[in-house]
């Protein structure tokens, strides 16, 4: 499975930015998508999560702001960012799970700053 993030950038607090992840490759042994953020000093965290069913699983720090969807004819993973504020500057990843592993994309970087 390769993975292919895009749409990171420089947004105003309070503005909103839409992320892709485009998957190729063995997608049907995908189980899980996930977006992980990794802020400078810190550890890479799990903030958004959907299922094959389309169930989804959000971190406190998100709810209610960000919204993950999957297009699943598109092999793509969408991470919809609203109200955004300056804490959520990170570089951002995708990763797909299957039953054996994780396969991660390369990070975009998110930047809230006015």
């Known amino acids: 499975v390769q993975l292919q993030a895009s749409g990171g950038g420089l947004v105003q607090p309070g503005g909103s930015l839409r992320l892709s992840c485009a998957a190729s490759?063995?997608?049907?042994?995908?189980?899980?998508m996930r977006w992980y953020r990794q802020a400078l000093g810190k550890e890479r965290d799990m903030i958004a999560q959907i299922d094959t069913h389309g169930s989804t699983i959000y971190d406190s720090s998100v709810r209610g702001r960000f919204t993950i969807s999957r297009d699943s004819a598109k092999h793509t993973t969408n991470l919809e960012m609203n109200s955004l504020k300056p804490e959520d500057t990170a570089v951002y990843y995708c990763?797909?799970?299957?039953?054996?592993?994780?396969?991660w994309g390369q990070g975009t970087k998110v930047t809230v700053s006015s």
């Open positions: 990763a797909a799970r299957t039953r054996e592993k994780n396969y």
């Open positions: 490759g063995n997608t049907v042994t995908i189980i899980y």
